[in-house]
């Protein structure tokens, strides 16, 4: 007998596996009257193995008391954004969506441009050597990783050939997967955006052509929050000249002063010393 599985279920499956799993939970036994229930409930029999969305919103509804709305209907979105194959050269080649990370009620949301072998390895953005500098920023900022949420505008790695290349994400991929982000966003209701990296800017704003070294510092907008352009933290490994350093940092410290956080003289200080040629940016 062929097991079938309900594809409007999967989502929702996913979901509900997910949170038994933060619970500790490691084994699920599947009840025989639940089992006919859902089969019942769907209307569509196979040999009692039909697996139907329709018994499984309400376990779902009853885990989630104590769970925040927006952890809540992140999550939703997660487990239906997991599900997605809109690309399906992407889908094909990807380890896992790369849905994002961090607080549901973050001021704060990075936004890069794609995952990369590591990323797509591991199911989170920025956890290569770019992600840890990243770290070190936020912490450098009085945050902590915990505290914001870090997404990409792309949700699976770039196909590549090698396993360990890795390629920016084209124009029309990023506009296929923006609507995931953009509902992202919406849920968690962020008071500044950063976008890191000429891509990730692009991936926003597709009506901006301006490259990032003059657009960066500058606040654009996007849909109604304030949106900081910068460096991608890989473009500074590269390039580890002070003068981007500084540069960068200033446009963090223009996010505080936007957040209204308070900025100690240490802060103000880092990499003071070094002159910004006016123009740079
Ligand atoms: S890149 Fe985005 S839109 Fe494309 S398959 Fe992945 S999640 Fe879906």
């Not at 409930?41 to 329709?54: C, M, N, Q, W």
């Not at 890989?234 to 200033?250: D, F, G, M, V």
Request: charge should be positive; proline fraction near 7%.
């Amino acid at each position: 007998m062929t097991a079938r599985l309900d594809p409007d279920a999967i989502p929702e499956m996913i979901l509900f596996l997910e949170q038994e799993r933060a619970k500790g939970v490691r084994f699920l036994r599947l009840d025989p009257d639940l089992a006919r229930a859902w089969v019942e409930g769907a209307g569509a029999l196979d040999g009692g193995r039909f697996i139907s969305a329709v018994a499984v919103p309400a376990r779902v509804a009853s885990s989630g008391a104590g769970v925040s709305a927006k952890r809540q209907a992140l999550e939703t979105l997660r487990a239906k954004a997991l599900a997605c194959a809109k690309c399906p050269h992407l889908a094909r080649t990807r380890t896992q969506v790369v849905f994002g990370v961090g607080n549901p009620e973050a001021e704060l949301m990075f936004i890069g441009e794609a995952p990369g072998a590591d990323e797509d390895r591991q199911g989170e953005p920025f956890v290569g050597r770019a992600g840890q500098l990243l770290t070190k920023v936020i912490l450098a900022m009085g945050m902590t990783r915990e505290e914001v949420y870090i997404g990409n505008v792309l949700k699976c790695r770039p196909d590549v050939e090698t396993p360990s290349g890795n390629r920016k994400p084209t124009p029309a991929e990023m506009a296929t997967c923006l609507p995931w982000l953009r509902e992202q966003i919406g849920i968690i209701a962020p008071r500044v955006l950063v976008a890191l990296g000429d891509t990730a800017v692009k991936g926003l704003c597709s009506e901006i052509s301006t490259g990032i070294t003059r657009l960066r510092g500058k606040w654009l907008d996007f849909d109604g929050i304030p949106l900081m352009p910068t460096f991608h933290p890989a473009y500074l490994l590269r390039n580890p000249s002070p003068i981007i350093k500084r540069q960068w940092w200033e446009d963090m410290l223009a996010v505080l002063e936007k957040l209204q956080r308070p900025i100690t003289e240490k802060q103000r200080g880092y990499f003071r010393s070094i002159a910004t040629p006016h123009g740079e940016s």
